[in-house]
C-alpha cells in the first residue's frame, strides 16, 4: 500500500511540472464553430450573387468551392487579429512590471504581479494571461525569465516583444539597470503603439467606406429586381448574359482584391 502511494504523490509532481501547450501565433486555425459559420455565410453570400448575376442554382453549386477557398484568407484575418491583440495586451504587461520594479520588486516577482494586472485588465482567459502563466510555470521550473520572454518572441511574431525580449538579454547579460531599462523601453513601446493606433483610427475609417462600397452594387442590383421586374432577364439563361455577368464578377473580385491590398498597412 505504501508504494501505491508514493507512485500518486510521483505523478501529481509530474504533473505540477508539465508544461501547457504553447500557441504558435504564426498560423491559425479556424474551430468547427468558426468553420461551420463562415461556410454558412459564405453560401448565403454565393446564393445571392448567383440569383442576382445567373439566376441558377447550378451557377450556386459551381462557385461554392471558392467559398472553401476564402477559408484560408479568414485564417490570416483572425491570425492578424490575435496578434495584434497579443500586441496591445504586451504593452500594459511592461508597463506593468516597470511600476512593479519601481516599487522595489525583483524582475521575477514583477511579473508575477503583472499577471494579476493582466487578469483584471483582459480576463484570465485572455491571451497575454495565458503566456504569463506559461512564463511563470517555467520560472517555478527553474527556467531563466529571458529564455521564457525569448521562447515567447520567436512563436509571436511581434516586433516590439522581440525587443523587448532582446534587451532584457542584453541588460541580465550585461548587469546593467534593469529597472531604468525597462521604464524606457516601456515608454519607446507606448510611443510607437500611440502612432499606430492613431494610423488604425484613420485607416479604419476607410476601411468602413470600403465595406459600405463594397455591397453596393448588389443593393442597387436588388432594388432594380424588385422595382423593375425583367430587366436583368436578358443576362439569365443565354451564353452572353453568362459571359457579361462573369466578366462583372471577375472585375468586381478584382476591385476588392486591390483594396483589401490598398489598406492591408503594415505597422
Request: with cysteine; net charge positive; aromatic share 8%.
Amino acid at each position: 500500500m505504501k508504494q501505491i502511494h508514493c507512485r500518486k504523490n510521483i505523478s501529481i509532481r509530474e504533473n505540477r511540472s508539465r508544461l501547457p501547450p504553447e500557441t504558435d501565433y504564426a498560423s491559425y486555425k479556424l474551430s468547427r464553430q468558426e468553420t461551420v459559420v463562415h461556410l454558412l455565410l459564405g453560401a448565403a453570400f454565393i446564393a445571392v450573387i448567383s440569383r442576382l448575376f445567373y439566376d441558377s442554382i447550378i451557377a450556386w453549386l459551381l462557385m461554392m468551392p471558392f467559398v472553401f477557398l476564402s477559408i484560408k484568407d479568414k485564417s490570416k484575418a483572425l491570425c492578424r487579429k490575435r496578434k495584434r491583440a497579443l500586441e496591445a495586451a504586451f504593452r500594459e504587461v511592461i508597463l506593468s512590471v516597470s511600476a512593479n520594479l519601481q516599487a522595489g520588486y525583483s524582475v521575477e516577482n514583477a511579473f508575477r504581479e503583472a499577471y494579476k494586472d493582466i487578469v483584471i485588465l483582459f480576463g484570465k482567459e485572455s491571451l497575454m494571461a495565458e503566456e504569463l502563466r506559461l512564463i511563470l510555470r517555467k520560472l517555478d521550473n527553474n527556467e531563466q525569465l529571458e529564455a521564457a520572454l525569448r521562447n515567447l518572441a520567436e512563436r509571436s511574431g511581434v516586433q516590439d516583444i522581440k525587443d523587448f525580449a532582446d534587451i532584457f538579454q542584453i541588460a541580465k547579460r550585461g548587469s546593467g539597470n534593469i529597472r531604468s531599462i525597462i521604464a524606457n523601453t516601456a515608454d519607446i513601446i507606448g510611443g510607437k503603439q500611440e502612432v499606430r493606433r492613431e494610423i488604425e483610427t484613420v485607416v479604419s475609417e476607410k476601411k468602413l467606406e470600403q465595406q459600405i462600397m463594397r455591397y453596393i452594387p448588389f443593393l442597387i442590383m436588388i432594388y432594380i429586381s424588385f422595382t423593375t421586374k425583367g430587366y436583368f432577364e436578358s443576362l439569365y439563361h443565354n451564353p452572353p448574359g453568362w459571359l457579361i455577368a462573369t466578366v462583372s464578377l471577375i472585375v468586381y473580385a478584382a476591385a476588392c482584391r486591390l483594396s483589401d491590398a490598398i489598406l492591408d498597412i503594415e505597422i
